[in-house]
Structure formats: structure tokens, C-alpha cells
């Protein structure tokens, strides 16, 4: 089934569980032993709130008493300020795979309100970037079409210091977080990237997503994308 017209979003909220299940059914299948795949969010700190009001449990501490705890060295040095927060999940799910308990790759399927305001944009764009900052294997696809002008993509490489053509949506991209090297006077991560325009009314393509240097698994994302679509009751 060839790629819909997501400028009409209706619909997607119906695509897009379906389509990351079968991609978990798709990955699972096909990692190598050691590997698991899961669906998971991924944490974000905020402040405990309620009734549109923060929640925060707040104690704070006279100054000229800590300083003299640290000097004499009698007391346990006590903070400044404690705060009750809380850790939440993302609402959005992700395919995310790890080896041996520690996260390794992550599949992300855009949605609408991942890039509906600033704030959206800029919250996902480093939620995708952390991925690669902690040395973790990315794929990031999106068929949506709007807001036109931006590109989670373009961004990424941006970040990234590189200068590539453009890739607006749809498209798919892999990320692949390689071994340590040299970048000028500092040192940084010699990263592999794949990158796909998407074409509606065209299949989608087979992409790796990384594991490691040396291993994938190839992901083809036309055969997931029909199944979900069909479920959906798009056509």
C-alpha cells in the first residue's frame, strides 16, 4: 500500500499504534540474541502540579548555617533547597531496543503534535538529539507533510554541524552513533546516516536500524505501513 497523503491528519491517531506494534512484531522477530524490543516513553522531569498550580514540597535552609556545617565538619551538609518532583513519560510511545539492560536504539514515528508549536518542535528535536548524544541508534519517520518550512531532519544534521540538501517531510532517516574520533580540538562521534524522501502514492523504503558498527536490523517499513494502514481501514 503506497504512502497516504498526510496533509489530512485524520486518521493518523489510528495509524500510529498499529503501525509501531507491527514494527515491534517486525523488529523482535529478527534481532540477533540479547537484544529485546519494547515500547516505551521516555522520561521527562517536571514539577508535580494539580488544579494549575504547582504541587512542589519546598525546604529551604539559612545559608550562614550550611557554612558553618561545611566548616566545621560536624553535620551533614544539608541543600539548599528540596523540591518535590516527579518524572513522567512522554505521552508518545516508542520502539525502543536494548542490549543486555541498557538502551541501544530507538524507532520514532512522528506525530502531529510532536511539531504543532515552538515549544513542540524544540521539546522532540532534543528529545531525538539526546538519543544521539548518549550514543543511542536513531530511526526517525515522518509521512506528515505540515507545518511546511520545517524539517525534524534538517534540524538533526544542523545540530549535528553537518551540511546536507534539504529533507523536508515525509521522510525517513537512520542515525548510526559510531566509536570516538577527533573533531578538530575536542573529540566527538563519528556518525553514519541514512536518508529517504518519501513520495506519496510511492512504497516506502527498507532501512536499517543500527545495533551497533557492525550489525542491524533492516527494517522494511512498506510491509509495516501496509499492515497498520489496512487495519486502520484506510483504503
Known sequence: ????????????DSVHPLWLTYLLEYVQERLPEGYKAFLGGVPSLT????????????RQWDLESVAEAVTSGTSVLEPDLEASVAFRLAPQRALHIDFHGQLIAALELVSPRNK????????????????LRLGVHLMLVDVLPRPKGYSFADVITSSLGLD????????????????????????????????????????????????????????DLEETYQRAAKRAYLD
Open 164 to 219: 546536507l540538501p534539504p529533507l523536508p517531510p515525509p521522510f525517513a532517516a537512520a542515525y548510526r552513533v559510531g566509536e570516538v574520533v577527533p573533531v578538530g580540538d575536542d573529540m566527538g562521534s563519528l556518525v553514519g546516516l541514512w536518508r529517504r524522501p518519501l513520495r506519496v502514492g510511492q512504497p516506502l523504503p527498507t532501512l536499517p536500524l543500527p545495533l551497533s558498527v557492525h550489525r542491524a536490523v533492516v527494517i
Open 116 to 131: 504543532d508549536r515552538a515549544d513542540a518542535k524544540e521539546t522532540y528535536c532534543n528529545r531525538y538529539l539526546g538519543y
Open 47 to 58: 514539577v508535580d502540579s494539580g488544579h494549575g498550580k504547582p504541587d512542589v514540597s519546598v
Open 1 to 12: 500500500m503506497p504512502l497516504h497523503d498526510w496533509t489530512d491528519e485524520r486518521g493518523w
